[in-house]
């Protein structure tokens, strides 16, 4: 049985055809990529979220590797049923088992479903995630806004969630080329009222990258927005770079 639930009535949502239906009638028809748009209520249709060409862009960056240990780390996590949160292009879904994913951009999950036909995908709002209350084993979240209200609700009494944040460390070398005073990130693990941190482990590698990738990376991170141009070409001086990529991964329970 589906974990999805209408964004309309939140009965829950059963395949029919090419379509899920629930039982008030409501509908929402399956994409020929295998992905449904439970978005209601946007008015900017295929903008929400990522464009194409950066969704594509990033896609192509992530199968290059660089953040291949990231992606083992949380395939040995999976468990039960899982949910990804903000799934993006559905790099980090390594897993045989029962998985959904959702991102409010219609064309990261386009890509996804494109990746991944044994998971099920969907367009949603973090705000308010159509799935049902107690069906989630694991829930992944990465670089993503913290909801902890909606990640509790979704966890099974015993689930848990794995959010993941940039180490102290990810990307200096990167930031060092970049800026004059590179500041380091705090690892500062988001607080919850419904959720305990249990845990955290920190995994890291070192990558060799190439300007053009180097330049494509700096344009997904927050720090791109924030730099002006002149500091943005410091990057056409590097041939290849050794770079560190870092990670902190949060463990949360439900509190009891």
Known sequence: MSILICPVCREQLNIDNRSYKCSNRHSFDIARQGYVNLLIGSKNGDKSGDSKESARARHAFLQKGYYSCLKEFM????????????????????YDGELYGFDISKEMVRLASKGNKKAT???????????????????MHLFAPFNDREFARVLKDDGVLYSVIPGENHLI??????????YKNDEKAPDSTMLTLV??????????IGRDDLKELFSMTPYFYRTGEGDRQKLDRVDTLELTVEFVVLEYRKKK
């Open 199 to 208: 845990g955290r482990e920190k995994i890291s590698q070192a990558v060799t």
């Open 173 to 182: 070398e990167l930031k060092s080329i970049v800026y004059e005073n590179p």
């Open 121 to 139: 995908y969907f367009a949603a709002n973090l705000a308010d995630i159509p799935v049902a209350d107690k069906s989630v084993d694991t829930a």
């Open 75 to 94: 395939a040995a996590k999976m468990n039960g049923i899982v949910l990804d949160i903000c799934c993006g292009e559905g790099y980090y879904d390594d």
